[in-house]
């Protein structure tokens, strides 16, 4: 039998890991001590007062006993006979050094080297419940975990609610059909065929494989037809997935994001209602996914500014073959339709008057072969659901996503149902749609328990002191996209990137904002926060073992490193003009 060395390597290799990880994690834990830091802050006269004393001991041993916020915070009202009450903070808070940093980066070395985001978040998470002392990872961590109004909001949301709707919608066809009927009614020409995909890649906000999927495969027939190249379209599809996602936030990422950023003590992060407002309020700041969707229109506009050598030539190539098939057919005006444009253009025709012929074409799969489908039923789902995100935040209670999506699939089932589809039919799209999601949902709950282990063990507040003081303001919000950037990058996922970079990072922008007037140390938290936030989408988009990316250039036809490397050139353009107008912020605002 012959010996292959890199192979049996490799199948060694993630043993190595995990027994290396684990047994560092072990010793750690019996070895650390963690550093505890109090301050009052308030009334000078009072700060040695024996009820703040006593509150701060209480505060240690609400935190030994298992609570999972690192830094706790109580008011004492101490009182004296000649002055009115004085008001004292009491803030407790503990890290365990550098060894509160393992879990993070143990699940981001796991997940660059053996690309496994699944596995490498299991790894973190048990290697801080090692460094804690918590043997019964079951009973202790995960179940504790779990069980949180964190963990119950993502299965509510982004299990039930959105699988479900994206289930309905398959099942229907009714994405499907929308983006056929924007196809057909709108493509007059190649400029418009690229616009076309630009607003789809728009109005499916969700982000994710299901704009990618959904954009791509409706448009690629028509943007072979008008020999469009397969480089814009992934550009295209792939730029207008996360980025705006981020940016039109009607969809599961404030839900998720929400359960990473809290940092006890602070008004403004203080309930989930409190953070998916705060989410809605960043999003002006998002320069990256601002600068990518433009990028993206002026390329369909043909007015890119800076796309690289690469890319201009596979533009160049794809429009010289256009004006060929125009004189093959014996035309040679370009604004008219020739007859080869009529002959490429019956079989998109028909599948866009007929879904079900187009079937396999466009991955409608799913769709009930008896079902006639009507863009109309995802026009009104998505508009119910945009309509009360807005709707309540108009009215004070907050932007209720979770109201929005219950909403939409209500409406959803009941018009798939006035139109005719049987109710067994209704539930085998729902449960595909469910299906689809469980994984994703999983490692979003692990993501969620890993972050609240990273805040437990003091990772934000090791930070805080160990390069608080080290980095000029000015600079923290373009360091934190480059590091965020490279994770997301190598790793090959943002939200796996958020469930290690949040709970790091705003703990020590909120340090580093507390020296600063209350209004401008909000605006500060707000910059560093979008900083993360596009700093993984950029890291994510640009990756090659992205899902999305992968996706965008399969549904697209282009080869793989090619799409990376022709969109890398107008995403760093993106990404610089981004840091620059962070930087800038932080100049202005504080």
Sequence with gaps: MQWVPHK??????????????????????????????????GDAAFRSASEVAATTERLKQAILGGGNQPISEEVVVATAEDRSPPVVFVTVGRHFGFWALLPAIVTLAFCVLFREPLPALLLGITCGALLLGRVDLTESILLPGMASA??????????????TLLGVWSRTGAAMAF?????????????????????????????????????????????DRYRISKEELAYIVDSTASPIAALIAFNAWPIYVQALILVPGVSYLATEEDRIAFFFSCTPLSFYSVFAVLGTFLLAIDRAPFLGRRFRAAIATSRAKYYDDLAAAGNTDPLTVSDLDEAREAPVQAAAADPKEGEDAFGLSDADPDYSPSAYEFIAALAVLIVTVIGTAALGMGPQVKWAFAAAVVVSVVSALVRGMTIQ?????????????????????????????TTELGGGLFLSMAIGDQVPRLLFPGLLFLLTAAMAFGTGTSWGTYAIAFPLTM????????????????????????????????????????????????????????????????????????????????????
């Design 8 to 41: 049996r390597l490799f199948s060694w290799g993630p043993m190595l890991f995990v027994t290396l990880a684990l047994l560092v994690s072990f010793l750690a834990g019996r070895q650390a001590a963690p550093v505890w830091m109090e301050k009052a802050t």
């Design 150 to 163: 964190q963990s119950a909001n993502i299965l509510l949301l982004y299990l039930w609610l959105l699988g």
């Design 179 to 223: 983006a056929q009927w924007t196809c057909q009614h709108f493509v007059r020409g190649p400029r418009s065929a690229k616009l076309v995909a630009w607003g789809l890649g728009v109005i499916f906000f969700q982000g994710g494989t299901i704009s990618t999927v959904l954009v791509g495969t409706t448009v690629r027939p028509i943007t």
């Design 425 to 453: 039919s209704l539930v085998r799209g729902i449960g595909n749609g469910l299906r689809s999601v469980t994984v994703a949902s999983v490692i979003l709950i692990l993501a969620v328990v890993l972050g609240g282990l």
């Design 507 to 590: 703990p020590l922008a909120v340090e580093m904002a507390s020296v600063l007037p209350e209004g401008a140390a909000l605006w500060f938290v707000m910059v560093c926060f979008a900083a993360v936030l596009n700093g993984s989408v950029f890291g994510d988009q640009c990756s090659p073992i992205s899902d999305t990316t992968i996706l965008s250039s399969l549904v697209s036809g282009c080869e793989l490193m090619q799409h990376v490397r022709t969109q890398l050139v107008p995403a760093l353009l993106a990404g610089a003009l981004a840091v620059a107008c962070w930087t800038m912020a932080v100049l202005v605002l504080t």
